[in-house]
């Protein structure tokens, strides 16, 4: 799992709930223009770290997994005159019961910041209606990786050594 794996999530948690049609596209890295509303961008805007790595020894795999919490946050950006209502949509189910079971094993919705009105200037000199709100996700990176050890004895053999010590 990484980061994506987030973004897919809380996409898939969020699309159900919005109106029909409405598109949510990630920020920045997907290298397209932003959609017509009604739509919703998700920017990863910090992932702080906040506790150490832990790890766990998978002996029958033979691999060690560490696993490193990190606080995602994110930017929802909810575009178009159906923005104000999508945004409290959002805000009222994640800070409820609803979320629970509904994200994948390693990513868990922590809260959501109440949204405020954003309005954009576009390119053609018209404004946009934009509401926007950051949500924080509990995010378990893992990163395994082969863990060697000594298990099995193979054949051993013994080499003499030469113990005289010669005279001065």
């Known amino acids: ?7 897919v999530a809380i996409s898939d948690f969020l699309q159900p709930l919005m109106p029909v049609g409405t598109q949510i596209v990630r ?16 920017t990863e805007i910090g992932q702080p770290q906040y506790t ?10 033979g691999t060690q997994d ?4 990190v606080q995602l946050r994110f930017q929802l950006d909810f575009y178009g005159w159906s923005g104000g209502e999508m945004s409290n949509i959002t805000t009222t189910m994640i800070r409820s019961i609803y979320p629970e079971g509904r994200f994948p094993e390693g990513v868990k919705p922590l809260y959501c910041t109440d949204a405020f009105q954003s309005p954009l200037m576009t390119g053609e000199k018209q404004f946009e209606a934009r509401w926007t709100q950051e949500l924080y996700v509990q995010y378990n990176a893992p990163v395994t990786v082969a863990q060697e ?8 053999s013994v080499d003499p050594a030469n113990v005289t010590i010669p005279a001065e």
């Open 66 to 69: 560490y696993v490193m919490p």
């Open 52 to 61: 150490t790595t832990s790890t766990k020894l998978d002996g029958d795999a």
């Open 149 to 156: 050890s000594f298990n099995t004895v193979g054949e051993t």
């Open 1 to 7: 799992m990484n980061i994506d794996a987030a973004i």
């Open 27 to 42: 920020a920045q890295v997907n290298d397209v223009p932003p959609p017509l509303p009604p739509s919703i961008v998700i």
